[in-house]
């Protein structure tokens, strides 16, 4: 069974301090990897797609890598903006377009 | 980039009674579309599949009688949860993939926020 586990749980972080929100995955024959930011009370935002392991994405303070098992969100030098729930989420073998999602990271970042 | 809504963005009604929650995508067709549910702090957790044109497939354990489906159009999906009652009362968002491609990446409505006194 497909699973993505999101570490940390919860992230709290100094305006300008960068650090990387981490997503194990365990799935055989990785179709794509998604990460999205949720807001609270809102919907989920589309980030970034990671298709192969090596990929990397960018979109201003926010890079996405690929591994083989598992894929970082890098954040470079935070704002209080970018606080927000974080989560990754795996397209499932053989289910088309169904996808599993991790528990996120909830991410503050203090000014 | 794509654009899914959804309608309404709050209810609150009493148990017993149905409620009805709209997903759009508004600039591109969808011919499936997702059903989730999110509870405090947790995670989005896939209820059911919806087809344009066929029944909904529903994940393991959803009740399909309690949250009846209905993809009218291509760009239209109805959530109805009957008979609601107050552990029904959660964050529902849809979602409908774009892009092209074997690996379409979702997008996600705003969510409806439903609470059942």
């Known amino acids: ?111 | 980039g794509a654009v899914v809504s959804q309608h309404p963005s709050w209810v609150i009604c009493k148990s017993g009674t149905s409620v009805k929650i709209e997903c759009r995508s508004l600039d591109f067709q969808a011919t499936t579309m997702f059903w989730y549910r999110q509870f405090p702090k947790q995670s989005l957790m896939l209820m059911a599949t919806s087809n344009e044109g066929s029944k909904a497939t529903y994940e393991q354990g959803v009740e399909k009688d309690k949250f009846l489906i209905n993809h009218a159009s291509l760009t239209l999906s109805t959530l109805t949860v009957t008979s609601a009652h107050p552990e029904d009362s959660s964050f529902y968002i849809c979602s409908a993939p774009a892009g092209g491609g074997a690996g379409e990446t979702q997008y996600f409505g705003p969510g409806t926020r439903l609470l059942v006194l």
Not at chain 1, 26 to 42: C, E, H
Not at chain 1, 84 to 89: E, G, I, R, V
């Open chain 1, 1 to 111: 069974e497909d699973q993505v586990t999101q570490s940390p749980e919860a992230l709290r972080l100094q305006e300008g301090e960068s650090s990387s929100l981490n997503c194990s995955y365990t799935v055989s024959g990785l179709r794509g990897l998604f990460w999205y930011r949720q807001d609270p009370g809102k919907g989920p935002e589309f980030l970034f797609t990671l298709y192969s392991a090596g990929e990397e994405k960018e979109k201003e303070r926010l890079k996405a890598t690929l591994t083989k098992k598992e894929s970082f969100l890098h954040i470079t030098a935070p704002k209080p903006e970018d606080s927000a729930t974080y989560l990754c989420a795996v397209l499932r073998p053989g289910g088309y377009q169904k996808v599993t999602f991790g528990t996120g990271t909830k991410l503050q970042v203090i000014p």
